[in-house]
């Protein structure tokens, strides 16, 4: 007999191993063409056929999963410890829908697919990670960082987490420690290596946007930084932290869970120019504490991140809100009010389309004009085939039998893709 929760439970998402090859017959089969930021831009490698492959290429759930992945409008990339070694997960999802498609290449020929994950289960997954429902203790610690004071930021927890450690093994009270820039940059390199996520510097690798790096003179802006926000005394060549900074330091020392989400959103400029954008977060498990890190400014140099001790309610807010996807702007095409076009493409439609014929996406009338709608298509009863004319030219749909005029890519009555006539034949042949 079933317990109560595992009647409320969402059904599990379906997974499926496919080639290059599978996956590039399914686009070609459903008119998905790969956009910007899509792994199946440069598919490599055919493969052979799994076995299934027939009953794949009819499920109407893996053509949804390979349409989000190869035209998506946000793209995740989730990392998480615990449980299990660090390492990215990447989801595909579209506007205005909580459900996203995971794609991972094992290495070998597989694309492992799996779809749908809820944005639910992500927040789940997050917030598991850092304990989120255990206690949390605030101070209103705040810090704001450039990519040189975050690194010095890293040592300097790892330079107290190592003298508390020789502390207890000699069985004496810890002193506040006092460092050199010398005791720094021998600790940041001390635990770089190997794998070891005890080290604030191994897991500010994995959360950064960018590489971290540090090297004597970024130290010593990192060092000035730090004490023009109060955190540091400087008497000759040794710093020395402030009480508040210390604690900090040394509530970060000892995290058991972290996670680091960055999420890109499609930024539709015009019809024919696509932009992404990116944000990222992350947070820590400290002991007694959560801490959140927002990074802004990101560019392949640099970053900017907002850290401090946060609330529980806080945490999820911002966890929410770099899962769910926003609602669809209004696409308008040049020179057409966006009520008379494609909100997915920016095409002109022409009433009464229920198919955008550059697209294929469904288009659903409503009070302020017309709006997209992800549903499997259901083609409608065929209408009677008619001999080709004068009146009746064009490309006849292989699904309803209406006939589309030429450079049209699906048929506006039921959705389906048009087979192009060959150049110099006539559409009906």
């Known amino acids: 007999m079933m317990e109560a929760d595992e009647k409320t439970r969402p059904p599990q998402p379906d997974r499926w191993n496919l ?18 930021g899509s792994p199946f831009l440069r598919l490599q490698g055919s493969g052979p056929a799994s076995p299934d492959a027939s009953a794949i290429e009819d499920t109407p759930d893996i053509r949804e999963a390979i349409r989000r992945i190869g035209r998506p409008d946000i793209i995740l990339g989730l990392l998480h410890v615990p449980p299990g070694e660090p390492d990215v997960t990447w989801l595909f999802g579209a506007t205005g829908d909580p459900r996203f498609a995971v794609h991972r290449r094992d290495g070998g020929m597989w694309h492992r697919i799996v779809w749908p994950v809820h944005g639910a289960a992500l927040t789940e997954i997050m917030e598991t990670a850092v304990s989120i429902h255990d206690a949390a203790v605030t101070d209103a610690f705040a810090l704001t960082l450039d990519r040189k004071g975050f690194a010095t930021l890293s040592a300097i927890v790892d330079f107290f987490q190592e003298e508390a450690l020789r502390s207890a093994m ?21 635990n770089l290596r190997g794998t070891d996520l005890r080290w604030m510097a191994q897991r500010a690798q994995l959360i950064s946007p960018v590489r971290l790096s540090l090297d004597p003179e970024e130290l010593n802006i990192g060092l000035g930084s730090l004490a023009h926000q109060g955190m540091l005394t400087q008497q000759g060549t040794l710093f020395a932290p402030s009480p508040r900074f210390h604690t900090a330091c040394t509530l970060l020392a000892g995290c058991s869970g972290f996670f680091a ?22 947070a820590m498990r400290g002991i007694g504490s959560l801490w959140l890190l927002e990074f802004t400014g990101i560019s392949k140099s640099g970053f900017t991140v907002k850290l401090g001790d946060v609330t529980a309610d806080l945490l999820h807010e911002r966890v929410l809100a770099g899962l769910l996807p926003p609602e669809r702007p209004p696409v308008v095409a040049d020179g057409c009010p966006s009520p008379e076009c494609c909100p997915e493409c ?9 198919f955008c014929p550059n697209c294929g996406a469904k288009i659903v009338e409503t009070a302020d004009g017309v709006e997209t709608r992800d549903t499997v298509r259901v083609p409608p009863a ?41 150049p110099g034949r006539g559409g009906n042949e």
């Open 19 to 36: 080639t290059a090859s599978e996956i590039a017959e399914i686009l070609r089969r459903t008119g998905v063409e790969p956009r910007h």
């Open 261 to 282: 989400l960055s999420t890109r959103r499609r930024a539709v400029r015009s019809e024919r120019e696509d932009d992404w954008d990116f944000q990222h977060m992350a």
């Open 170 to 190: 000699q069985r004496r009270m810890p002193a506040v420690p006092r460092f050199d820039l010398e005791d720094l940059v021998c600790c940041w390199q001390r």
């Open 346 to 354: 920016g095409s002109r439609l022409q009433p009464p389309a229920k």
């Open 382 to 422: 065929p209408v009677p085939s008619t001999p080709s004319g004068p009146e009746t030219s064009g490309i006849p749909c292989p699904g309803c039998n209406a006939v589309m005029a030429s450079g049209k890519k699906f048929c506006t009555r039921c959705g389906t893709p048009l087979r192009q006539p060959l």
